[in-house]
Structures are given as C-alpha cells and as structure tokens.
C-alpha cells in the first residue's frame, strides 16, 4: 500500500489529472487532500470529477477546506454569496455552468461528506493550522480553517507530524519543519500542485497546465550517465560470450465560516 497526500487544487483540473496519471494509484492505495479542491481555478466541477472518479480506483479522504466551508455556507447555511464569489467562488460558478443549482447531487454529498481532519497513528491532516496544545477533534475553527502560518506553531501534542495546506509557498516548494509541512505550492498562481508519498517522501508536482516538474539536476545526472554509458559501448563493444550462463534472480454543512471569512483576503488561500 503507498499513501499520499495532496496540497491545494484550487479548480486546477489539469494540475490534478497528471498528479494522478503518474502516480497511478491502485486500489490499496491512499489519497488524503488537505482541502480548497475548488474556486479561483478554472475547471472545479472537473476537479470533483477526477476525485469522485479517483475514489472508484483507490481510497480516497478529502478534508474540508475554508473554501469549501463558504459554499456549504451559501448552499445551506443562509450566508450571502459576495464574500465568496469574491474570494474565488466566481470560477467555480462558472464552471457549473452559472447556477448553484446545476452542481450536480454526487458533488454535493461529496461537499457533505467532506472530514474537518483525519488522524494516523503518526500523521494529523487538517487544512489550515493547529492549536498545539488542544487535541485534533477539539481545534478550533478559526486555526482548522482561516488562520495561515504566521508564526509556525509548536509541534503539536499527540506528537504526530502535522500536513496543512491553506497558506501559498509562492516559491513552490513545500514548507516542511518536520513536524508541520504545507503542501499549498499556489498552484492556480503559477506554482504546483504537489503530491506527497508520505512513506518514501517522493515529490510529484504538477503545473496548472498540466505539465509535470522535472528536477533539473535529476535530468542532468541521467544525460550524463547515457552520455557515458554510449560513449563506453562505442569505444568498448561487448564480445559474444557463448559459455554457460546463469540467470539472475527475479527482482501503495453548516455556516461556521461566518466567524473566519473576513479573514480570508489574502493570495492563494
């Protein structure tokens, strides 16, 4: 089984559809998103698709963002559209057409179904932040869903290394303290979307437009290396050996968003 862990989507469907096409996830497998799947991209409807169609293949937890907070809040919570249409909401309307009403039902009981956190025996998952001394189920609105990575708390108490998403690495690089690593690369700003294995720490990112990272210097090693190794069989060409041989062996809603919205007015979040 290999389990990863995904940063913000922000409706970038492109993004998420080679993310998913290299790591190729098989039905053991594990896929947590730490939240803000949708608005200010352009393609949120296709990104709930591609998750919906992801958890038909493996398994699949998706954690409740504060941008998916704001539209459970319009949809069901009475609060008035403007602040989210305005923090990003618009691109996701746009992408269902115009209408709130054309969201098709399996995206609104996935939006339903969407957890505040999820906890392993060593990971916390959860979308914005923590309290470090309050324990997961008990962290309040405010840190879980608005507050961005101002001042980099304390490990938290469980001991658990903590994976957040919410506040933007302009860089594109993931922030990783060992005990807390966020995962937003502001992928809808020109950055990357960023895929974690969480067991071997490989890194797959993914650009807007679909195009996949390449690590320069990875690239530069294996040019060198094949470079080498022609140049080696050119001046050394092997001989037939017709002796024996021997084979070698054969070698994973409510309106809560009330209290933090006006918070949330800052890039990328």
Same mark, same amino acid.
């Given at each position: 089984m290999r389990r990863f862990v995904i940063g913000d989507v922000h409706g970038c469907s492109k993004a998420l559809r080679a993310i998913i096409e290299r790591i190729e996830p098989?039905?053991? *497998?594990?896929?947590?998103?730490?939240g803000d799947l949708i608005d200010r991209g352009p393609d949120s409807r296709g990104v709930i698709d591609l998750v919906l169609e992801l958890s038909r293949q493996a398994r699949v937890i998706a954690i409740r963002g504060n941008h998916e907070l704001m539209l459970m809040g319009v949809l069901f919570g009475g609060?008035?559209?403007?602040?989210?249409?305005? !923090? !990003?909401? $618009?691109?996701?309307? $746009?992408s269902y057409g115009g209408s709130l009403d054309r969201i098709p039902p399996s995206?609104? *009981? &996935?939006?339903?179904?969407?957890? *505040? @956190? @999820?906890?392993t025996e060593y990971e916390l998952f959860i979308h914005a932040g923590y309290q470090h001394n309050v324990q997961a189920e008990k962290i309040d609105d405010a840190h879980r869903y608005w507050n961005h990575l101002t001042d980099i708390p304390q490990p938290h108490c469980s001991g658990k290394r903590? &994976?957040? !998403? @919410?506040?933007?690495?302009?860089?594109?690089?993931?922030? *990783?303290?060992? @005990?807390?690593v966020c995962l937003d690369t502001y992928c809808f700003g020109g950055g990357w979307l960023t895929a974690l294995n969480l067991d071997t720490d490989e890194v797959v990112q993914a650009s807007r437009h679909g195009h996949l990272r390449r690590d320069l210097l990875a690239t530069i090693r294996i040019a060198i290396a094949h470079w080498f190794g022609k140049r080696s069989r050119h001046l050394h060409p092997p001989q037939a050996d017709f002796s024996a041989q021997t084979q070698p062996p054969a070698v994973a809603i409510d309106s809560k968003w009330h209290a933090g919205m006006a918070a949330d007015n800052g890039v990328g979040q």
């Open positions: 098989r039905s053991e *497998d594990l896929v947590v998103f730490l609060c008035k559209p403007d602040l989210w249409l305005l !923090g !990003g909401g $618009a691109a996701t309307l $746009a995206h609104i *009981d &996935f939006f339903k179904s969407l957890r *505040d @956190h @999820h906890e903590v &994976f957040v !998403g @919410h506040t933007p690495q302009a860089s594109g690089e993931m922030l *990783d303290y060992g @005990h807390l």
